[in-house]
Structures are given as C-alpha cells and as structure tokens.
C-alpha cells in the first residue's frame, strides 16, 4: 500500500515554471515506477511523464517532452515534475501515481496508487 500526497500547485503566468512534488508513505517506494497525470475539466485524465523505479528510464507525453521533467529521490520517497515554459493549456489537476511495475506506463489504468491532486494555473 501507498499514499501519495502531491504539493506545489498554484498560479503561474504563461512562459513560468512551476515545480509540483509529490510524497509517499511506505518503505517500498523504490519497488514502483511512478507517474503523473493530469485532468482538465471535462476531459479524460492523461498522461504527462513517468519515470522508472530507478529514476533512469523517463518517458513523457509529447506535448510535454523538452519542457517539463520528471525526477525522484527514493532516500527521500518523492517524485516531482519541474515544468517549464508553461502554457495556459497546462492548466489541470495534476496527480501523481504508484504503478504495479518498476517502470512505470503511460497507461493509467497500470496505477493502483492515486495522490488526491494539485491545481496548477497558468494564466494568459
């Protein structure tokens, strides 16, 4: 079991960064690859990056890729997404998540662990 709390949300104007980070409970943290998604209203939950047990293998969602990056520390059990060059499009909820496997997948249904979420605004 895991509990993911996700912290770091906010309002940032379009060109910004924000950094959103996400904490979990357990001492097995480095037994999942982790993930984050995002949710606008209205629309289905998709992926935006992921990043394997180890931190090695990274992967993100194309409208992302070369802007946001995804980062873990298992000494400290947190994941975090650093993003960039934000644009008003980013705006959602963002969740971290704990996957079944070591690396992770673009999948969401491949993550039975959920935070509870973070509100991230970029305005225009």
């Known amino acids: 079991q895991v509990q993911l709390v996700e912290s770091g949300g906010g309002l940032v104007q379009a060109g910004g960064s924000l950094r959103v980070s996400c904490a979990a409970s357990?001492?097995?943290?480095?037994?999942?690859?982790m993930g984050w998604f995002r949710q606008c209203p209205g629309k289905e939950r998709e992926f935006v990056a992921a990043?394997?047990?180890?931190?090695?293998?990274?992967y993100y969602a194309d409208s992302v890729k070369g802007r946001f990056t995804i980062s873990r520390d298992n000494a400290k059990n947190t994941v975090s997404l650093q993003m960039n060059s934000l644009k008003p499009e980013d705006t959602a909820i963002y969740y971290c998540?704990?996957?079944?496997?070591?690396?992770?997948?673009?999948?969401?249904?491949?993550?039975?662990?959920w935070g509870q979420g973070t509100q991230v605004t970029v305005s225009s």
């Open positions: 990043i394997a047990w180890n931190g090695v293998t990274t």
């Open positions: 998540a704990a996957a079944r496997s070591l690396y992770g997948s673009r999948w969401s249904g491949e993550y039975p662990y």
């Open positions: 357990g001492r097995t943290f480095s037994s999942y690859g």
